[in-house]
């Protein structure tokens, strides 16, 4: 890497069935995957969330909301 050249930095994943490492030099799909990840992660919590009463469904949707915001931003 020269001066004035861009930094190139390699973001390492494992596949969840596979167990194989995953290595991509793009700062672009280490946000998707980022992103994803989060957006799953709110839906999951907004799955989980007691719904019944209305302060749960609050949160839910809250969670809910935040994992469209996270989808959103994908490209």
Partial sequence: MGEGSPASVE??????????????????????????????????????EDRVSEEGMKVACTHYQSAAGAFTYIK
Avoid: K, V
């Fill in 11 to 48: 973001f390492t994943w494992t596949d969840l069935y596979t167990e194989d490492p995953i290595t991509i030099p793009d700062i672009s799909y280490e946000q998707s995957s980022i992103l994803f990840n989060l957006g799953a992660l709110h839906s999951l919590l907004g799955s989980r």
